[in-house]
């Protein structure tokens, strides 16, 4: 069972910066994707962000691209999800997700049907 553990989430000004990080447990290089959704308060769970590990072909939602930037380290299995000017609406509790499913489409992995396995998630609060 593959296990995410994620990091880097609390509460920052709007306008602030925050860097989530998410490192898997494995280490077979089985992992075909990995990828960001947030959820907050009575709110469907939003993707956000997603990266295929062999290649470092990312895509973004609309409504981060260019705020956000996900990105891995080989050597750690880890993902990361830089947040830059940060607006009170996206205060949710964030969580990375792992694929083992390939896919040639990057917007397959756009849903979170696609993915295998969560992390716990991680709060971010940005204040007004």
């Known amino acids: 069972q593959v296990q995410l553990v994620e990091s880097g989430g609390g509460l920052v000004q709007a306008g602030g910066s925050l860097r989530l990080s998410c490192a898997s447990s494995?280490?077979?290089?089985?992992?075909?994707?990995m990828g960001w959704f947030r959820q907050a308060p009575g709110k469907e769970r939003e993707f956000l962000a997603s990266?295929?590990?062999?290649?470092?072909?990312?895509y973004y939602a609309d409504s981060v691209k260019g705020r956000f930037t996900i990105s891995r380290d080989d050597a750690k299995t880890t993902v990361y999800l830089q947040m830059n000017s940060l607006k009170p609406e996206d205060t949710a509790v964030y969580y990375c997700?792992?694929?083992?499913?390939?896919?040639?489409?990057?917007?397959?992995?756009?849903?979170?049907?696609?993915?295998?396995?969560w992390g716990q998630g991680t709060q971010v609060t940005v204040s007004s």
């Open positions: 997700a792992q694929s083992q499913t390939t896919s040639f489409v990057m917007s397959y992995y756009n849903s979170a049907n696609a993915y295998d396995f």
């Open positions: 494995d280490h077979t290089y089985s992992n075909y994707a």
């Open positions: 990266i295929d590990w062999r290649s470092g072909s990312t």
